[in-house]
C-alpha cells in the first residue's frame, strides 16, 4: 500500500480493515485492543467466537469501529484457504482487507526426549500450515487490489533455540521464512510482509508458566539484558506501527520485542 499523510497521528490506522487470528485472550485480545484505538475496522477470530462477542462490541462502542467476529480453527486443514475470502465480506468497504496478523498459535513444552508425534504434527498444522496459507491467500488479494500489511507474531524461538519448544520453534522458523517469501513476491505490488519476535510475554499465561515460577524464569531471564520479560502491549505497539505508513518501507523484517535476548 502506497505510503499515506492522511492519517492523524492518533489514529494512523484510520480507514484500514484488519484480520486478527487467535483474538480472544492474551496477545492477541491486546493486539484487536490497540487495532482499534489506531482507529482500524476488525475481524476477529478465535476458535470460539462466543468469546469474542462482548470485547468486540466494548472495542467498537469504545472507538468507534467496526468489529466483527468469526469463528475459525486454524487446526482444520480447510479453514486457511477460505477464512481470508470469509473475513473480507464481512465489513464493508471495496475489495480486499488491508491487514493481516497472523497471531494464533499453541505450544506444548515438552524435551525432544519427551516429543508425542500427535503434538508435533498439531504444533506445526496450527502455528506453520495455517498462518502460512492465510498469509499466502490474503498476500495474493491484497496483490490484486493495491497492496497491503501482513504481520506475522512469530518469536524468539524463531531465531535462536529454546529448550523444551522443538515443535514451537521449528513452526515459527518456517513461518518467519514464509514471511520473508511473501516480501520477496509481492513487495512490487505493494504488499509488506514483515515479523514480529517476542521474548516471553506476560499475558496471563505467560505469568502463570513463568512469572509464577522465580525457578524457571530466573534462567531465561539472565539472557535478558533488559532484565525483565515483555507486556502485550509492546508486541502490539510495534505491530500497529507496521501496520502503518510510518512503516511503509518496512518489508521482509524480523523485529526483535526481546530486551536484548537475541543479542546475549
Given at each position: 500500500m502506497a505510503p499515506s499523510s492522511e492519517q492523524p497521528a492518533s489514529r494512523p490506522l484510520a480507514g484500514r480493515r484488519a484480520l486478527i487470528t487467535g483474538a480472544s485472550r492474551g496477545i492477541g485480545a491486546d493486539l484487536a485492543r490497540a487495532f482499534a484505538a489506531a482507529g482500524a475496522d476488525l475481524v476477529l477470530t478465535a476458535r470460539d467466537a462466543s468469546a469474542l462477542e462482548d470485547p468486540a462490541r466494548r472495542l467498537g462502542e469504545e472507538h468507534g469501529v467496526a468489529v466483527e467476529t468469526l469463528a475459525?480453527?486454524?487446526?482444520?486443514?480447510?479453514?486457511?484457504?477460505?477464512?481470508?475470502?470469509?473475513?473480507?465480506?464481512?465489513?464493508?468497504?471495496?475489495?480486499?482487507?488491508d491487514v493481516l496478523v497472523n497471531n494464533a498459535g499453541i505450544s506444548h513444552?515438552?524435551?525432544?526426549?519427551?516429543?508425542?508425534?500427535?503434538?508435533?504434527?498439531?504444533?506445526?498444522?496450527?502455528?506453520?500450515?495455517?498462518?502460512s496459507l492465510l498469509a499466502a491467500r490474503a498476500g495474493a488479494a491484497m496483490a490484486e487490489h493495491g497492496g497491503g500489511a501482513i504481520l506475522t507474531i512469530a518469536s524468539a524461538a524463531a531465531l535462536r533455540p529454546l529448550a523444551e519448544h522443538y515443535a514451537y520453534s521449528v513452526a515459527k522458523a518456517g513461518l518467519v521464512m514464509a514471511t520473508r517469501t511473501l516480501a520477496?513476491?509481492?513487495?512490487?505490488?505493494?504488499?509488506?510482509?514483515?515479523?514480529?519476535?517476542?521474548?516471553?510475554?506476560?499475558?496471563?499465561?505467560?505469568?502463570?508458566?513463568?512469572?509464577?515460577?522465580?525457578?524457571k524464569s530466573?534462567?531465561?531471564?539472565?539472557?535478558?539484558?533488559?532484565?525483565?520479560?515483555?507486556?502485550?502491549?509492546?508486541?502490539?505497539d510495534v505491530a500497529v506501527w507496521l501496520a502503518s505508513d510510518a512503516a511503509s518501507m518496512v518489508n521482509g523484517a524480523e523485529i526483535p520485542v526481546d530486551g536484548g535476548y537475541l543479542i546475549s
Amino acid at each position: 500500500m502506497a505510503p499515506s499523510s492522511e492519517q492523524p497521528a492518533s489514529r494512523p490506522l484510520a480507514g484500514r480493515r484488519a484480520l486478527i487470528t487467535g483474538a480472544s485472550r492474551g496477545i492477541g485480545a491486546d493486539l484487536a485492543r490497540a487495532f482499534a484505538a489506531a482507529g482500524a475496522d476488525l475481524v476477529l477470530t478465535a476458535r470460539d467466537a462466543s468469546a469474542l462477542e462482548d470485547p468486540a462490541r466494548r472495542l467498537g462502542e469504545e472507538h468507534g469501529v467496526a468489529v466483527e467476529t468469526l469463528a475459525a480453527d486454524l487446526a482444520d486443514p480447510d479453514v486457511p484457504d477460505r477464512l481470508w475470502e470469509r473475513a473480507s465480506g464481512l465489513l464493508d468497504g471495496p475489495g480486499t482487507l488491508d491487514v493481516l496478523v497472523n497471531n494464533a498459535g499453541i505450544s506444548h513444552p515438552e524435551t525432544v526426549a519427551q516429543l508425542r508425534t500427535d503434538r508435533f504434527d498439531e504444533t506445526l498444522r496450527v502455528n506453520l500450515r495455517a498462518p502460512s496459507l492465510l498469509a499466502a491467500r490474503a498476500g495474493a488479494a491484497m496483490a490484486e487490489h493495491g497492496g497491503g500489511a501482513i504481520l506475522t507474531i512469530a518469536s524468539a524461538a524463531a531465531l535462536r533455540p529454546l529448550a523444551e519448544h522443538y515443535a514451537y520453534s521449528v513452526a515459527k522458523a518456517g513461518l518467519v521464512m514464509a514471511t520473508r517469501t511473501l516480501a520477496l513476491e509481492l513487495g512490487a505490488s505493494g504488499v509488506r510482509a514483515n515479523s514480529i519476535c517476542p521474548t516471553v510475554v506476560l499475558t496471563d499465561m505467560g505469568q502463570q508458566v513463568w512469572g509464577d515460577h522465580p525457578e524457571k524464569s530466573a534462567p531465561m531471564l539472565a539472557r535478558i539484558p533488559a532484565d525483565r520479560f515483555a507486556q502485550p502491549r509492546e508486541v502490539s505497539d510495534v505491530a500497529v506501527w507496521l501496520a502503518s505508513d510510518a512503516a511503509s518501507m518496512v518489508n521482509g523484517a524480523e523485529i526483535p520485542v526481546d530486551g536484548g535476548y537475541l543479542i546475549s
